[in-house]
């Protein structure tokens, strides 16, 4: 049972219940809005709640609504405000996801973006792995194709474009699997279903480029910098075929729900030895140290909530 209890909603902090749209909302009706997805991770020791890259979701929210014709008044400065505002209200002790979401508010029938209202609406929760198997997923790929950028753009986290995501998601676990991983149009790797993806051929770790209709992801971001600069792996950005799924020696999931997830077979072929893999392993041991503020060269990329 989820146990929130508040909503920033309409230009105010208010109940969680109260937080509601009509059934004639221009974005529930047409998927006319864009959101984040950030992530705060609780340190025990020091009884701290720590925002990960804040500036940089909000920024790329800000991104996302110039794409939509989404007027978002807010900065990225007041943005982060108003989000540690509400963990303090919620006074959370555990890890937790935040969504903002910024959206066409008005009433009525009517396609189109410009001249539309706008708002913003932010909340908060309580929340673990998004795959359950982090450790070794069971993947496919999928017989969906990726949005591209002159159709949705992928760019974009634009709410109506996940309709793309649930198809192959959903596919995946109904034929056994845990995760899709998806095509572009050209039949080249994308993204999973709502994830970025990397592999390891000859001890190079790759990863689609920006212009292979994939989220430029801040947790990409971030794993790229941090094997090149802490694990001196060289890193990729490529177009990766199908089949080279089938001969890689690890590969992974990562995105802010996602964190990072080792996948173990893809296509029902074993990915290595099927276990996670070398580097797969430390990525994640360092990414979760680094997260919880545990790691003082990269604090900087962590907001505390609580005044100490």
């Known amino acids: 049972m989820v146990n929130n209890k508040y909503a920033f909603f309409e230009g105010e902090f208010v109940p969680i ?50 794409i939509l014709l989404i007027d978002l008044p807010y900065s990225v400065e007041q943005l982060g405000n108003l989000t540690i505002e509400l963990l303090r209200r919620e006074g959370f002790k555990t890890d937790t996801y935040i969504r903002p979401l910024a959206y066409k508010s008005q009433e009525g029938i009517g396609v189109r973006l410009k001249g539309v209202s706008d708002a913003l609406a932010l909340f908060a929760l309580p929340f673990g792995r998004y795959i359950e198997k982090e450790e070794g997923a069971k993947v496919c790929v999928s017989s ?72 430029e992801g801040i947790t990409r971001e971030t794993l790229m910098h941090l094997a090149r600069e802490e694990l001196c792996i060289p890193v990729m950005q490529r177009t990766i075929d199908r089949t080279e799924l089938y001969v890689c020696e690890e590969a992974f999931f990562c995105g802010t729900g996602v964190q990072i997830a080792a996948i173990a077979s893809i296509d029902n072929r074993p990915v290595g030895d099927g276990r996670i893999g070398p580097i797969t392993k430390k990525l994640r041991e360092m990414y979760f140290d680094i997260v919880r503020g545990k790691v003082p060269k990269y604090k900087h990329w962590c907001t505390p909530v609580y005044e100490t």
């Open 17 to 66: 219940e109260e937080a509601k749209v009509s059934i004639m909302t221009h974005a529930l009706n047409y998927g006319t809005g864009c959101f984040e997805g950030i992530r705060a991770y609780w340190n025990g020791e020091e009884q701290q709640l720590y925002l990960f890259r804040m500036p940089e979701h909000y920024a790329r929210l800000h991104q996302s609504c110039r």
């Open 144 to 215: 969906w194709r990726r949005i591209y950028d002159t159709s949705v753009p992928a760019r974009a986290k634009c709410t109506g474009a996940y309709i793309n995501s649930a198809l192959c998601k959903s596919e995946a676990e109904m034929n056994g699997f845990d995760e899709a991983i998806v095509l572009s149009r050209g039949g080249d790797v994308s993204e999973g279903s709502a994830e970025n993806f990397f592999m390891v051929r000859n001890g190079v770790l790759a990863t689609p480029p920006v212009t292979a209709d994939i989220l």
